[in-house]
Structure formats: structure tokens, C-alpha cells
């Protein structure tokens, strides 16, 4: 038998992960995110400066949800806007992650995902994305942003964090 380290249930030995409270149980103890190699991610840097007649404009009206689609698995999360903030990134109960948007179930220790990986947040009708010190960077259309600075989302973008791609879509 095995102890979960964040509950304390008793486990048979094998159990990957805790029927209790979720965490994931690795014979080692919780699994870092591991850097990927650079020539697995994209490479353009996108300039922030550019965005920036673009990050205010409130020319869209405003959307009632936000759809994220994981592209690897299909699966489809729907958040009532408007919102404060959404944080995307991996559940980790022993270290304290616990994000809006789980993407573990999709592969997300695999495809470079932090615990704490993004947020993206609504300020005056429009939708920004922010990179919050990831392993792995965000990728904002093919485009590495630049961490602790907001770019705006539109319809259709192609949200990738670490290699694990998503769509936006405003409904």
C-alpha cells in the first residue's frame, strides 16, 4: 500500500492517481515540467510593440463565451464571459495548482505544459493572453510571446502552450 502525499488515503501500490483527491502519484514524488528542445517549438519571437494599437481597440462587440479546443483531444471547454481571469496549466494538489483550465488529462505533462503555465484575462470587452513564467513558453499563433505581457485574442487564434495546441472561439 501507498499514502497519497496530498490527502493521506491509503492506495494500493501502482495507483497512478489518488481516487480521493486526484493527484497524480509517481514513485518519485511530483513530476517537473521538463524543458523541451528548442527545434521542437516554434521559433519567431512576437513583438509586442506591434500589437499595441491593437491591444485596446474595442471594435468587436462583445462575446457572451469563450471556447477553448484542445486540438489534440477534441475536447472543447466553454467559459461564461464576461471573466476576471483563466488560468491554463497542469493540477498539481502538492504544489498548490490548481488552474481554470486542467490540461493534464490532454497530455499536458507531455506536450511541456507548466502547473502555472498562462492566464487569460478580459479587460474592456476584449480578450488577452499572458505567458506567467512557463517552462516551455506560449505560443500565440505560431509566435513566441514575450512572459508578464498581455496580447490580445481573436477569433480563431491558435493558443500553444509548450507543443499542447489550442483554438479560440468567441461565441
Not at 12 to 37: K, V, W
Not at 55 to 60: C, I
Request: contains cysteine; negative net charge; proline residues 10%.
Amino acid at each position: 500500500m501507498i499514502e497519497c502525499p496530498a490527502c493521506g488515503r491509503r492506495l494500493r501500490l501502482g495507483t497512478l492517481f489518488c481516487n480521493q483527491c486526484g493527484i497524480y502519484l509517481p514513485a518519485d514524488g511530483p513530476l517537473p515540467t521538463e524543458p523541451l528542445p528548442e527545434d521542437e517549438l516554434p521559433t519567431s519571437q512576437m513583438d509586442p510593440e506591434s500589437l499595441a494599437a491593437d491591444r485596446y481597440d474595442d471594435a468587436e462587440p462583445p462575446a457572451k463565451t469563450l471556447c477553448i479546443t484542445v486540438v489534440r483531444s477534441s475536447r472543447q471547454v466553454l467559459f461564461p464571459l464576461p471573466i476576471d481571469e483563466i488560468y491554463l496549466g497542469r493540477r498539481d494538489a502538492s504544489r498548490g495548482a490548481f488552474p481554470d483550465l486542467d490540461l493534464a488529462p490532454d497530455g499536458g505533462l507531455a506536450e511541456g505544459v507548466s502547473r502555472n503555465h498562462a492566464r487569460i484575462y478580459q479587460r474592456n470587452n476584449r480578450l488577452f493572453v499572458e505567458d506567467i513564467g512557463s517552462a516551455n513558453g506560449t505560443f500565440l499563433n505560431s509566435r513566441r510571446i514575450t512572459p508578464c505581457l498581455p496580447y490580445p485574442l481573436h477569433q480563431g487564434d491558435t493558443l500553444q502552450l509548450g507543443r499542447l495546441r489550442m483554438r479560440i472561439k468567441f461565441d
